[in-house]
Nanobody
Framework: QVQLVESGGGLVQAGGSLRLSCAAS????????MGWFRQAPGKERVFVAG????????ISADSVKGRFTISRDNAKNTVYLQMNSLKPEDTAVYYC?????????????????WGQGTQVTVSS
């Protein structure tokens, strides 16, 4: 079992930045592919970014490319999402997820564990 706890969300003006963190409870953190997803009110949960266990490869959604960066620190059992140039349409609850099998997957069903989410609100 892996427990994931997100932090770092909040209210920011358009054009601003936030860094989300997701701390994992388990050892062998580097064996898990990690991902960030987001869900806006009334919409389905969508992929934001994913990273392999070693951190050597990552992918991101077209909507955030060039603005968001996913990274991880396996010594701290933590994955990050650096979000720059935020837009009102980035407003959502952001979730981190861990996969035992897949690395940097964009499919939510390929993740085994989920955090409780952190709210990000971008004002115009």
């Amino acid at each position: 079992q892996v427990q994931l706890v997100e932090s770092g969300g909040g209210l920011v003006q358009a054009g601003g930045s936030l860094r989300l963190s997701c701390a994992a409870s388990r050892r062998a953190f580097s064996s898990f592919g990690m991902g960030w997803f987001r869900q806006a009110p009334g919409k389905e949960r969508v992929f934001v970014a994913g990273i392999s266990g070693s951190g050597g490869s990552s992918i991101s959604a077209d909507s955030v490319k060039g603005r968001f960066t996913i990274s991880r620190d396996n010594a701290k059992n933590t994955v990050y999402l650096q979000m720059n140039s935020l837009k009102p349409e980035d407003t959502a609850v952001y979730y981190c997820a861990a996969s035992r099998t897949y690395h940097s997957s964009s499919y939510p069903w390929e993740y085994d564990y989920w955090g409780q989410g952190t709210q990000v609100t971008v004002s115009s």
